[in-house]
């Protein structure tokens, strides 16, 4: 059977050390993230997504068993008071700390509570286990996210930023009939390169989107400003007007309102963010070496292509 099949019940697509995996296992965990893609996604680019999101749900499915069984080989014991706590955890969460809704919802769900709560006993036991072999090793000292931030000081790099005050003529807008002596106009007062000037032009004649704003386009970096303003700017200076500079859609002034330099964040502000990624990314290859170390002493088998 493939990975996309109707007979979710019978269609084994894997096991590991003879225990079955099926597809409806798969199925139950990846069902909702499916039904929320095929509201956007469709055909060929659907089915590959689908496929892929089950293929990896089916390794964590093998990892959750491998972890699971090598929890019960180690005999260790999860304390009834931690799995009590866990389970009042999800009553509050879900039915507002009522048992009896608890146990109608899940038996809408077709579950029983023993069921739930293997799953719970189940899950703590994986997460216990994880916590002790892979994540509680785990310690980034400050030498090293320093030296992280050394080496990636580009990647937290706040850019150059302007805000520009924008007045446009549109061709076929309301001064249609005068642009081009309106335009001379505009162009003489603009000498001056006055902001308070610039701002009552706006107001007076712009058409564009932000004329309501004085004109201002609010803060956006300087390597996204359009070709024919920098073109028409050059060197990138406060109060410099460009214009008039014709485009499709008209007639544009600019001005540089604000110019916010390049600013590197200083360590202190980024330390904890440096050490939680760097935690996060060494938790996860803790792991993968832990879970593969266990897969080398078992028998996994894969009956799809």
């Known amino acids: ?24 296992d798969v199925v139950k965990e990846t069902y909702g993230a499916e039904a ?18 089950r293929e990896k749900t089916l390794e964590q499915l093998i990892n959750r068993y491998i972890l699971y069984e090598e929890f019960k080989a180690k005999e ?18 879900y039915s507002g700390g009522d048992r ?12 029983s509570m023993d069921e739930l709560k293997e799953q719970v006993i189940k899950r703590a036991a994986i997460d216990l286990l994880v916590n002790e ?81 004085d004109g201002k386009t609010g803060y956006i970096e ?18 410099r007007i460009a214009g008039p500079i014709d485009t499709k859609e008209g007639i544009y002034f600019v001005r540089i309102s604000e110019i916010l330099p390049e600013k590197v964040s200083d360590f202190a502000t980024l330390e904890t963010k440096i050490k939680v990624k760097l935690e996060k990314e060494e938790k996860e290859e803790k792991y993968k070496e832990y879970v593969n170390k266990l897969k080398e002493k078992s028998i996994i088998r894969y009956y799809y292509e």
Not at 1 to 24: C, D, K, M, R
Not at 100 to 111: F, N, T, V, Y
Request: hydrophobic letters at 35%.
């Open 36 to 53: 929320r893609k095929s509201n956007f996604m469709t055909g060929a680019d659907f089915k590959q997504e689908l496929i892929k999101n």
């Open 100 to 111: 009896k809704k608890l146990e109608k919802k899940i038996a809408e769900a077709g579950m």
């Open 133 to 213: 072999f892979c994540y509680r090793i785990v310690n980034i000292t400050p030498a090293q996210s320093y030296q992280y931030y050394l080496e990636h000081q580009q990647d937290y790099v706040d850019p150059e930023k302007v805000n520009l005050q924008i007045l446009l003529l549109k061709k076929d807008g309301k001064n249609c009939n005068r642009i081009f002596e309106l335009i001379e106009e505009i162009a003489n007062d603009c000498k001056k390169a006055d902001e308070s000037v610039f701002t009552t032009l706006v107001k007076l004649y712009s058409e564009g989107p932000s004329a309501e704003n």
């Open 1 to 24: 059977f493939g990975l996309i099949s109707g007979q979710y019940e019978n269609s084994i697509i894997a096991s590991v050390n003879g225990h079955p995996i099926t597809l409806y």
């Open 222 to 239: 300087s390597k996204n400003i359009r070709d024919e303003f920098n073109n028409a700017f050059g060197e990138l200076k406060v109060g």
């Open 76 to 93: 260790y014991k999860i304390p009834d008071d931690y799995i009590e706590a866990l389970m009042d955890e999800i009553c509050a969460n």
